[in-house]
């Protein structure tokens, strides 16, 4: 199964930690916005991004 992250913008508060601990590089942060966004759906579903976010602004889920 392949899987990405959806980052719930009206959650993420831009601090990056999400985007630190992707080991894939998944995650990146947009510094115009200030927001996570997802680059590929390379996630490995290791789950330390969900365990970093204390937001509560990101799912992994099924990619298309
Ligand atoms: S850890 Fe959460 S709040 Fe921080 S950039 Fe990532 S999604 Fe946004």
New binding site residues.
């Given amino acids: 199964m392949i899987y990405t992250v959806a980052?719930d913008y009206s959650?993420?508060?831009?601090?990056?930690?999400?985007?630190i601990i992707c080991p894939t590089g998944t995650?990146k942060?947009d510094t115009s916005n200030k927001?996570?966004y997802t680059t590929s759906n390379e996630c490995d579903n290791a789950w330390g991004?969900i365990t970093?976010?204390?937001?509560n602004?990101?799912e992994i889920v099924e990619a298309n």
């Fill in positions: 980052v959650k993420c508060t831009g601090c990056s930690l999400c985007t995650l942060l927001k996570a991004c970093a976010c204390n937001q602004a990101l």
